[in-house]
């Protein structure tokens, strides 16, 4: 679905999908470089990494596997808790793999703060994290992200794999949501 189609709810667009394909380019050709020589396994966190997981994996020139988790933040409405509950696990055993963890947004950081833990207890070869969006200014705990598509302020935004109440994922942009929308 194109941004235009739900102007209406949006107060202002961030970024078109040209500009995510462009950007993604750039951290696929990146992420290629760095990991010259090795076959890197990205973990997806469903559900809102599905857009990211789908075109970064697709600008890489390298080969890579993929495989993907879910978890459920316990606590009330859209504020994270930290306390994570592993709905699906990996099919893969990543002991001794270099791991990428795959996320559309980084709010708070405490889903990831727990994740990788859980994951840095498996004992991977290397372990690192690519993320679209990331608001600095919600984070709560400090994380190292070695590749940000881009640093977004603190908004609700929606669309690239954000949502809200289910909707506007499929949107190929991002934007602000309205506040007549969910107010
Ligand atoms: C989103 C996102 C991250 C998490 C980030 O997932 O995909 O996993 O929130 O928030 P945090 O940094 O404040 O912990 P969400 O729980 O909305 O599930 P979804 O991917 O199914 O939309």
Same mark, same amino acid.
């Given at each position: 679905m194109d941004l235009d189609h739900v102007s209406d709810d949006l107060t202002h667009v961030l970024y078109s999908q040209a500009d995510i394909e462009r950007r993604l380019a750039e951290v696929g050709a990146q992420i290629d470089r760095d990991y010259a020589g090795r076959e890197l396994l990205l973990v997806g966190v469903l559900n809102g990494a599905v857009m990211v997981m789908a =075109? @970064?994996? %697709? /600008?890489? %020139?390298?080969?890579c596997e993929m495989d993907w988790m879910a978890i459920s933040s316990y606590g009330s409405g859209t504020q994270s808790s930290g306390v994570v509950r592993i709905l699906k696990d990996l099919n893969t055993d990543i002991s001794g793999r270099d791991v990428l963890v795959v996320e559309d947004i980084i709010d708070t950081g405490l889903t990831l703060s727990y994740l990788m833990s859980n994951l840095q207890s498996r004992e991977p070869a290397s372990l690192e994290i690519m993320t679209m969006f990331r608001k600095p200014e919600a984070l709560q705990n400090p994380i190292d992200v070695? !590749?940000? +598509?881009? =640093?977004?302020?603190?908004?609700?935004?929606? &669309? !690239? +794999? @954000? =949502? !809200? /109440? &289910?909707r506007y994922r499929n949107l190929n942009g991002v934007g602000t949501l309205a506040p007549h929308v969910y107010s």
């Open positions: =075109d @970064l994996s %697709r /600008a890489m %020139r390298s080969h070695k !590749y940000v +598509g881009f =640093d977004i302020p603190n908004e609700f935004v929606v &669309g !690239y +794999g @954000l =949502d !809200y /109440a &289910g």
